[in-house]
């Protein structure tokens, strides 16, 4: 047996079931391991950035890792952004990174390169075969890295050599798998007591205290104190819908974001840390915990949110249920005005169902959106988590293959659309449920905003140019069609309307454009 | 004056023109100072691997560097394949990367990342801007450091806060570069003594040796000695045509380069260093120096080759001139056969113009085009240094503004293409003379035959499907029209040469699909 197979079997044993993949000549004996093993669900994309994202995707639909399969340096060079993403979505992806065989390595062949440096930046743990009787075992170990404590990208670089060697099969069985740490009820009701004292206290949630059994309990604390509950502005999952808890998202503008906390006096961090602005500007501070406030983190992300929120909640005598908000109604949908974001949102709330995923690449956009769906059907909102644009159709693969009976949403500014367009290929090879909206304002939009926030002066045309994706006009109909994804154009609140009605009823992936 | 403008002014000084970019809000004042410098000719691409691609491509033909602008760590991320491309080629880039201000650094907000750690595997140099009064020095650095001895990417990274500090201009005038040094008589003396006792020298070439100059006097020095020239399989740029002296390609895979040099006794290497196989394979050797042949380094490429290979010819009292072939004619055109690589080769020799560039990211494609071309119009070839596909597209734009009196072409593979077909839309942006090739074989091709040689046994199902890019075939003339340039599909020789006249007579970009 190949030790690569070892490896895929022993991959299948600690419950990785997907592998996203782009190989080249030397993962070839891991494709022939993949083709022994179909157990291994192994998904082909065209670029690697839509490998990565798709990894994300779909570890936070699914909780745990998918591996993807990449091609030496390169190959993983262009998977960096999307794992940049995953990493600060904190979520375990298993890395697997070809390399030359050992003895070709030393010999610096065109496409030699330096794997541990361009994985550095991205991985929380990175290893290297250094024999093929190693294989299985660092299998597991990358695996396991990948939970954590603190979830995150375990890459496992695997030379050629390493994985065509013939061996007796190794394949370790299901190995035990890190669970985060405990907040101790000592510290739980040190923060209790803290939060009692307090006047105005807030609460700010990150990673699992914004998803459904976090942001429950969070909401249990909420209507306990009356405190208002802000979520990171770009989190990870947000569970959100008309049977949770309604928290605010924190505003992305720092200004916004300190007026959101206004005499806030202690500010209690679950998953997340203190608030900081998305960019600098010149003569303006970046931290964002209110003036005045006291900072008390009941528990990080390697920790377990979830418990400690509840543990928090007992202590404080919540109810056992938070008080919810009513279910939104739909106001009437004015056909004929021309198309904004709000319509798409609005759309949303007519027509999606229970258990819908939205993956958000639409910096402007997006927050156009993100309002009418506050206690309308409920849904899963992934976040932007590292501000690397060009991840919303990959997490969408990646979204879809965690759970093949939802349907996925991806909102997609046009800009960032450009980035990973490949990823349509992949939602029609795969017959996903995926619905892409892609925002055409022809524009890097939120740029516009920040060249007058930074204060570098009036634009003129070779700078406004360069925000500009007017010349010429990407025709994204005809890029969708490209890559095998039904596409329609939208003008009108109407003509969108009609489009999502349509694209729910047929199933598999679309493509919207929403000209705005 | 704002620091980037001192930045720009300082760069136009040392004779950068050219700015490859896509920026974000860290980079907003490079932008107003691009804005206020129109000199600096500022290209906005889709995707950063777009970038550093055209980066390339523009130092490939102008023999300097062009700078490019991206956006933190992610951005730079999605340069890095090219720049490995870049790297491979040993040509000068200057790569900016913005970074965020240095206060905000610290904490760490959620597009922080590793800068140098991403720029590492790719960079001759890295220079982090400190203070900003010395944002103009560090960039005479960089350029410095781009040229070599030996040319590569020098990355510097500027902290938001350091490109927008008001300052007294401070813009610093044309340096010195660094030059090649100039190998000794004594030692060209060596090497022609050297030649002259063995009974089968073989020149072998790279970097500048395989260009106009150096490939001339080459043929001078094969002139004289009656002996074999090779290139580098995948030479930065090959110059061709009836007016060059035609040397040979290596070829490819390894036996078949052994062969090529059988019975060589003493390898003469030019800007380069002695030939190794592209990949490992189980049981076969991967260094290509033919078995008993001594290995004779008359420079590498930190060395002048081109005049060391001038004063090795005159040493040897070569010709003045090499020998030449007399000018291929071709043959006449079978209109109806069905399209194949060959036929685009001979389309390209009937009508190409003498000054023409191509540009070779089309893996098993490019090997059928090739042949065709020798002794064929005056072109430069060119190659895929670093392996890392998605590279023809980029570097075509880039090449097309080195030199825009010239027609440039860029052969790709359809799995190629996909990476980084944002480029198109450059190209119609920027109006360019590119004709695209998509070789549209629905497959990663050259994958088929490399898992029959890694013996990693019969490819089942799983395996096919995983080199197979059939399941939806892309639509590469919606792709091309979405990008907005004209695009035709073909299958036939006679379509194929129909659409190369059409679209070498309308100038602009164009995308030509051969459906082979």
């Not at 690569?4 to 079931?17: D, F, I, R, Y």
């Not at 994202?53 to 091609?71: E, F, I, N, Q, V």
């Not at 769906?373 to 992934?382: A, I, S, V, Y």
């Amino acid at each position: 047996m190949f030790a690569a197979e070892s490896l895929v079997k022993t991959l299948l044993a600690q419950g990785v079931e997907v592998c996203f993949t782009n190989p080249g000549t030397s993962e070839m004996h891991m494709v022939a391991a993949l083709d022994r093993n179909p157990e291994m669900h192994s998904v082909l994309c065209l670029f690697e950035g839509v490998a990565s994202g798709a990894a994300d995707g779909y570890a936070r639909m699914s909780g745990k890792p998918a591996c993807t399969l990449l091609h030496l340096g390169p190959g993983l060079a262009n998977g960096l952004a999307n794992f940049h993403n995953a990493k600060r979505a904190k979520v375990p992806v298993v890395n697997i990174v070809g390399d030359h065989a050992r003895d070709h390595l030393q010999l610096d062949a065109p496409l030699t390169s330096d794997i541990v440096g361009y994985c550095s930046p991205v991985s929380r743990w990175i290893g290297t075969v250094c024999e093929p009787s190693d294989v299985s075992s660092m299998a597991v170990e990358a695996v396991q890295q990948s939970y954590g404590p603190e979830p995150g990208v375990a890459s496992l670089i695997l030379p050629a050599d390493c994985a065509w060697s013939d061996q007796e099969p190794d394949v370790i069985k299901g190995a035990d798998m890190p669970k985060r740490a405990v907040v101790s009820a000592a510290r739980i009701a040190e923060v209790a007591s803290q939060i009692k004292a307090a006047k105005n206290p807030v609460l700010y949630l990150g990673d699992l205290a914004t998803q459904e059994a976090g942001i429950f309990t969070a909401g249990r604390i909420a209507s306990a104190l009356g405190c208002r509950v802000f979520m990171e502005t770009f989190a990870t999952r947000m569970s959100r819908g008309s049977s949770r808890f309604s928290a605010q998202r924190l505003s992305y503008f720092g200004e916004s974001a300190l007026e959101d906390m206004k005499d806030c006096d202690l500010l209690v961090i679950a998953g997340s840390k203190a608030p900081v602005s998305f960019f600098a500007y010149p003569g303006v501070g970046s931290e964002l915990t209110p003036p005045g406030a006291e900072v008390c983190m009941l528990a990080d992300a390697a920790m377990d949110t979830v418990q400690a929120l509840s543990d928090l909640a007992d202590m404080l005598q919540a109810p056992a249920n938070p008080e919810l908000a009513p279910r939104a109604s739909a106001p009437d949908l004015d056909r004929d005005q021309p198309l904004n974001p709000g319509f798409v949102g609005l759309s949303l709330l007519r027509h999606m169902q229970d258990g819908s995923v939205i993956c958000d690449d639409a910096t402007t956009s997006g927050m156009g959106v993100y309002p009418w769906l506050e206690n309308g059907p409920d849904h899963e909102w992934l976040c932007l988590t590292g501000g690397a644009i060009g991840m919303g159709m990959p997490l969408a693969v990646g979204a879809a293959l965690a759970c093949s009976d939802k349907q996925v949403f991806a909102l997609c500014g046009d800009g960032a659309a450009a980035y990973t367009c490949q990823a349509l290929w992949t939602q029609a090879r795969e017959k996903q449920n995926i619905i892409n909206v892609v925002f055409a304002n022809h524009s890097y939009l939120i740029l516009n905003f920040e060249l007058a926030r930074v204060g570098a002066g009036d634009p003129g045309p070779a700078a406004q140019s360069m925000l500009d994706l007017s010349n010429p006009k990407i025709d994204w109909v005809a890029l969708g069609n490209g890559f095998g994804v039904p596409s329609v154009s939208t003008k009108t609140a109407g003509e969108f309307d009609d489009a999502l009605v349509h694209a729910m009823a047929t199933g598999g992936p679309h493509l919207i454009v929403a000209e705005i």
